[in-house]
T-cell receptor, first 114, second 115 residues
Framework: AQSVTQPDIHITVSEGASLELRCNYS??????LFWYVQSPGQGLQLLLK??????LVQGIKGFEAEFKRSQSSFNLRKPSVHWSDAAEYFC????????????FGAGTILRVKS | DTGVSQNPRHKITKRGQNVTFRCDPI?????LYWYRQTLGQGPEFLTY????????KSRLLSDRFSAERPKGSFSTLEIQRTEQGDSAMYLC?????????????FGPGTRLTVL
């Protein structure tokens, strides 16, 4: 069965500090991988996605993620966190077939302290 | 293009009542998805449409739930005889066929509270 695990429910970092959010997946084949961010009252916004090729992908807002096949992981990183990054972050997997459903992790709530 | 819109944004109802939500996708997006998100969880897939055809339904979509997309544009999700367990955020997303994979654009959601 397809599943996504985000081990950290909450993470608190200081503004300006680096960030890493963990994501592990279980999938029968090579999936497409995504990170979304959700702010209160807002819809999910795509930060970045991995389909193939370079395992380090760059996204919006200064985020990047690294795909590690051997560890079934797709961790999200940012070198310097801003207070506006406080939100909930979701990792998701999708099949390589066109346009099918996404399977999401339970999310990680990021708090930024000044 | 104003993105995916959903109405209403909030709905409070009493157990046993019927409710209907609407989703307007990004224009010309031919795929439309419904997800449900409960507190502390990520979104869970409910169903999706390609144009007006409903192509897949999750086992989460009990017979009290029905979704339609009659003209391949907006979609409605109806819940009959609501139960307290139906309380959740209902998210809609749309995508278009453009390349190998299509990003799903999400709306702000409809938050349902069943008393």
């Amino acid at each position: 069965a397809q599943s996504v695990t985000q081990p950290d429910i909450h993470i608190t970092v200081s503004e300006g500090a680096s960030l890493e959010l963990r994501c592990n997946y279980s999938y029968g084949a090579t999936p497409y991988l995504f990170w979304y961010v959700q702010s209160p009252g807002q819809g999910l916004q795509l930060l970045l996605k991995y389909f193939s090729g370079d395992t380090l992908v760059q996204g919006i807002k200064g985020f990047e993620a690294e795909f590690k096949r051997s560890q079934s992981s797709f961790n999200l990183r940012k070198p310097s966190v801003h207070w506006s990054d406080a939100a909930e972050y979701f990792c998701a997997v999708g099949p390589m077939e066109y346009g099918n459903k996404l399977v999401f992790g339970a999310g990680t709530i990021l708090r930024v302290k000044s | 293009d104003t993105g995916v819109s959903q109405n209403p944004r909030h709905k409070i109802t009493k157990r046993g009542q019927n409710v209907t939500f609407r989703c307007d996708p990004i224009s010309e997006h031919n795929r439309l998805y419904w997800y449900r998100q409960t507190l502390g969880q990520g979104p869970e897939f409910l169903t999706y449409f390609q144009n007006e055809a409903q192509l897949e339904k999750s086992r989460l979509l009990s017979d009290r739930f029905s979704a339609e997309r009659p003209k391949g544009s907006f979609s409605t999700l109806e819940i009959q005889r609501t139960e307290q367990g139906d309380s959740a955020m209902y998210l809609c997303a749309s995508s278009s066929r453009d390349g190998q994979y299509n990003e799903q654009f999400f709306g702000p959601g409809t938050r349902l509270t069943v008393l």
